[in-house]
């Protein structure tokens, strides 16, 4: 079964300064992995995905991740926080074999910035 | 391009009834996925349909159920409602094969 670890349910940085959101997976086949950020009383919006492309991926509004597989992470990071980054962000994967579209979440981490 | 429309946004029913939700992707996609989101058990998979077939289940009881039409657009059914069914459920829509799900808002059902 697949299933990705957030670490840090909860992660305060100052305005200015890297934002670093850990996520750690396990999959017994090669991964599809997202991360989705979550505003207050609302959906889920993509920030990126990794598809065994390039293991570096740029998303949105200067966010991105790096696919490690031998540290099995794929840890989400944009160099300067913006208020406007204070959110909940979801690191999910899915094996996404045909006929599979089912993302599994990680408890998710609430990301507080101090102005 | 429309995105995924949730409705109703809000809904409080009482312990025993049942619930309806809808779901309406965004045009062209054909997967519709549904997710429960609660404080205590985070997100959650709940059913997956493509071209009205269900494809994928959670690990949810039968009282949970699910159907989609013609034009993609999906419902989720609730029936004999408990406490612990209230939530944030979310539906999402993807082309398919792979690509990316796009959310809607989600319906914030309460029961009482």
């Known amino acids: 079964a697949q299933s990705v670890t957030q670490l840090g349910s909860h992660v305060s940085v100052s305005e200015g300064a890297l934002v670093l959101l850990r996520c750690n997976y396990s999959s017994s086949v090669p991964p599809y992995l997202f991360w989705y950020v979550q505003y207050p009383n609302q959906g889920l919006q993509l920030l990126l995905k990794?598809?065994?492309?390039?293991?570096l991926v740029k998303g949105i509004n200067g966010f991105e991740a790096e696919f490690k597989k031998s540290e099995t992470s794929f840890h989400l990071t944009k160099p300067s926080a913006h208020m406007s980054d204070a959110a909940e962000y979801f690191c999910a994967v899915s094996d996404l074999n045909f006929g599979n579209e089912k993302l599994t979440f990680g408890t998710g981490t609430r990301l507080t910035i101090i102005p | 391009k429309a995105g995924v429309t949730q409705t109703p946004r809000y809904l409080i029913k009482t312990r025993g009834q049942q619930v309806t939700l809808s779901c309406s992707p965004i045009s062209g996609h054909r997967s519709v996925s549904w997710y429960q989101q609660t404080p205590g058990q985070g997100l959650q998979f709940l059913f997956e349909?493509?071209?009205?077939?269900?494809?994928n289940k959670g690990n949810f009881p039968g009282r949970f159920s699910g159907r989609q039409f013609s034009n993609s657009r999906s419902e989720m059914n609730v029936s004999t409602l408990e406490l612990g069914d209230s939530a944030l459920y979310l539906c999402?829509?993807?082309?398919?094969?792979?690509?990316?799900?796009?959310f809607g808002q989600g319906t914030r059902l309460t029961v009482v």
């Open positions: 349909y493509f071209s009205e077939t269900q494809r």
């Open positions: 990794y598809t065994s492309a390039a293991t």
């Open positions: 999402a829509s993807s082309l398919g094969g792979g690509s990316e799900a796009f």
